[in-house]
């Protein structure tokens, strides 16, 4: 018998392997997220909108992204969180806005976004522009078509919007959010989950 060849149990010493009574190695694996992996070396964030303030049902534009980096920036979910609508009569209506221009007033007004790394322990930030809207601010989507109007039910104020994009360089998002018919007083917040795709695949 050529021992070269033979796997040894090794167990608990750190350099040899561990062969199971029926002659088969035993490994372990860990297997993470794309994004969990990017937020283990600092490169995802939460990006927010401030609470948006609504006197009426007035649709506005409450986040805008893009993405200035040579990698790609993906947008995993995004929260939005609502509170009471006083007077509302039906839904919340929530629209997603692929690559708007560079124009409307929530590029003119130009009030920045927060942003948060989701790894405490780093401080990098995204290669973004980044603005969070109030209410009657506008988004210009140069005659392309608007993302599909989403329900969102007054019941929950809590929804987890599972949206998995992908923002090559130089590409945008923006998030525009209408509170219910009838509403004299409400209040939104959207929360965007962010990081750069860090596979190199």
Same mark, same amino acid.
């Given at each position: 018998?050529?021992?070269?060849?033979?796997?040894?149990?090794?167990?608990?010493?750190? /350099?040899?392997?561990?062969?199971?009574?029926?002659?088969?190695?035993?490994?372990?694996?860990?297997?993470?997220?794309?994004?969990?992996?990017? /937020?283990?070396?600092?490169? *995802?964030?939460?990006?927010?909108?401030?609470?948006?303030?609504?006197?009426?049902?007035?649709?506005?534009?409450?986040?805008?992204?893009?993405?200035?980096?040579?990698?790609?920036?993906?947008?995993?979910?995004? +929260?939005?969180?609502?509170?009471?609508?006083?007077?509302?009569? #039906?839904?919340?209506?929530?629209?997603?806005?692929?690559?708007?221009?560079?124009?409307?007033?929530?590029?003119?007004?130009?009030?920045? =976004?927060? /942003?948060?790394?989701?790894?405490?322990?780093?401080?990098?930030?995204?290669? +973004?522009? =980044? !603005?969070?809207?109030?209410?009657?601010?506008?988004?210009?989507?140069?005659?392309?078509?608007?993302?599909?109007?989403? %329900? /969102?039910?007054?019941?929950?104020?809590?929804?987890?919007?599972?949206?998995?994009?992908?923002?090559?360089? #130089?590409?945008?998002? =923006?998030?525009?959010?209408? %509170?219910?018919?009838?509403?004299?007083?409400?209040?939104?917040?959207? +929360?965007?989950?962010? !990081? !750069?795709?860090?596979? *190199?695949?």
């Amino acid at each position: 018998m050529n021992h070269s060849n033979m796997v040894k149990d090794g167990t608990g010493t750190g /350099i040899l392997a561990k062969v199971t009574q029926n002659n088969r190695l035993a490994s372990e694996s860990v297997v993470i997220t794309g994004e969990d992996d990017a /937020i283990r070396i600092g490169e *995802g964030w939460q990006i927010t909108s401030a609470p948006v303030a609504f006197t009426a049902s007035t649709q506005s534009a409450i986040l805008y992204v893009r993405n200035l980096d040579k990698r790609v920036l993906v947008l995993d979910r995004a +929260v939005l969180v609502l509170g009471t609508a006083t007077g509302a009569a #039906g839904d919340w209506t929530f629209q997603v806005l692929r690559n708007p221009e560079d124009t409307g007033t929530i590029i003119s007004n130009a009030v920045a =976004a927060g /942003i948060s790394n989701s790894n405490h322990g780093s401080a990098k930030s995204p290669d +973004v522009v =980044a !603005y969070r809207g109030v209410e009657g601010d506008t988004v210009d989507l140069g005659g392309l078509g608007t993302g599909v109007p989403l %329900p /969102i039910q007054t019941q929950e104020n809590r929804t987890v919007l599972p949206l998995g994009r992908q923002l090559p360089t #130089g590409s945008s998002i =923006a998030f525009r959010l209408t %509170p219910p018919p009838s509403t004299t007083a409400a209040t939104g917040v959207l +929360v965007t989950h962010f !990081y !750069y795709d860090t596979s *190199g695949l």
